[in-house]
């Protein structure tokens, strides 16, 4: 299979730059996959999950909010937040799940809401994807 050059960027560093022959990505209106040779575009990134294919293998990730740039040879992701499913801490995405909970149970504003919705998906979506990794 052809591969093509994956670079995934958050604010802090460059999370990964390597060969890979597919990248699936969570974008606002869904899924969808690039390939090598895939025609250049410009999509945003939801909260979710995000998996990469190298050397015939997924390896599975969370990624939040951001953008990818796909080139004819390159693939940029520039995301606020990127974990590789073993490194999700699993306990402390559940403290945050239940926290956010406590606070929309006692919503008083619709930024507050807004706020506490997006805290929500990102740690479901955590835990969406380190139950994914056959060790769990």
Same mark, same amino acid.
């Given at each position: ?89 699993? $306990? ?5 799940? *239940? /926290?956010?909970? %406590? +606070? &929309? !149970? ?7 809401? $807004? ?5 929500? *998906? /990102?740690?479901? %979506? +955590? &835990? !969406? ?8």
């Amino acid at each position: 299979m052809a591969e093509f050059k994956l670079e995934i960027f958050t604010p802090e560093h460059n999370v990964f730059s390597q060969q890979v022959e597919a990248v699936r990505l969570t974008g606002l209106d869904g899924e969808f996959t690039v390939l090598a040779g895939h025609a250049a575009m410009v999509a945003a990134l939801g909260i979710g999950s995000m998996s990469v294919k190298q050397g015939g293998k997924w390896h599975d990730a969370f990624t939040s909010e951001g953008f990818v740039e796909v080139r004819p040879d390159e693939t940029l992701i520039f995301a606020q937040a990127f974990e590789w499913e073993e490194d999700i801490d699993v $306990a402390r995405a559940q403290a945050a799940r *239940a /926290r956010v909970e %406590a +606070r &929309l !149970r006692s919503q008083q504003s619709k930024r507050e809401f $807004a706020h506490n919705s997006i805290s929500m *998906a /990102r740690a479901l %979506a +955590r &835990l !969406r994807v380190s139950k994914k990794s056959p060790n769990q």
